[in-house]
């Protein structure tokens, strides 16, 4: 199974920073077609899980566009340009490329200072 | 608007078995891939099944394979999970989420004597 490692697991962050994530996979996550199936996640807390990229820099519709994606192969990047309030939670990067099974990154939690 | 939203029995017994539903409303549901995901207590997400369009080609993960078995009604907009041979390591938040860019709200699961 592909593993994902995000760093870092804790990212304390002050408001109005940038703020970035990092997810390496243990494979190349360029699929056969010439996408790559890497998405990222937020969970609020107590909140289910949202999509907030998908193929790598897809940003889903109502993602503010402080929030872009990066990367190319086995490694990728979440950056969020000026944390807001709303951006503490959790994040998660997820590949599809060698599914199944569909595998999720660790988690990277986000927090202010 | 997109809305999943599951139910179910709620605590079981190890050993015992209990069905998850998740009706779907606001797209159209008999062509999507639906999942489902789920999240221990203070843990990350673990994807657990697969289901396209009519259950001809389901997926899971090696966890749960022999145990779960994932259907769904089209005509009633509706995915279920039937999971058997529960375990403690069972005891999770379990997800639907419509090819990933829709999830419920979830539903707790516990398995405990």
């Known amino acids: 199974d592909v593993v994902l490692t995000q760093s870092p697991l804790s990212l304390p962050v002050t408001l109005g920073q940038a703020a970035s994530i990092s997810c390496r996979s243990s494979?190349?996550?360029?699929?056969?077609?010439?996408?790559?199936?890497l998405s990222w996640f937020q969970q609020r807390p107590g909140q289910s899980p949202r999509r907030l990229m998908y193929?790598?820099?897809n940003r889903d519709s109502g993602v503010p566009d402080r929030f872009s994606g990066s990367g190319s192969g086995t490694d990728f990047t979440l950056k969020i340009s000026r944390v807001e309030a709303e951006d503490v939670g959790v994040y998660y990067c997820?590949?599809?490329?060698?599914?199944?099974?569909?595998?999720f990154g660790q988690g990277t939690k986000v927090e202010i200072k | 608007e997109v809305q999943l939203v599951e139910s179910g029995a709620v605590l079981v017994q190890p050993g015992g078995s209990l069905r998850l539903s998740c009706a779907a409303s606001?797209?159209?549901?008999?062509?999507?891939?639906m999942h489902w995901v789920r999240q221990a207590p203070g843990k990350g997400l673990e994807w657990v099944s697969r289901?396209?369009?009519?259950?001809?080609?389901?997926l899971y993960a090696d966890s749960v394979k022999g145990r779960f078995t994932v259907s769904r009604d089209n005509a009633k907009n509706t995915l279920y999970l039937q999971m058997n041979s529960l375990r403690a390591e069972d005891t999770a938040m379990y997800y639907c989420?419509?090819?990933?860019?829709?999830w419920g709200q979830g539903i707790l699961v516990t398995i405990s004597s």
């Open positions: 193929q790598v820099s």
């Open positions: 989420a419509g090819e990933f860019g829709n």
């Open positions: 289901s396209n369009r009519d259950v001809s080609n389901t």
């Open positions: 997820m590949q599809g490329t060698h599914a199944p099974p569909w595998t």
């Open positions: 606001g797209f159209t549901f008999s062509p999507s891939w």
């Open positions: 494979q190349s996550l360029l699929h056969s077609s010439g996408n790559t199936y």
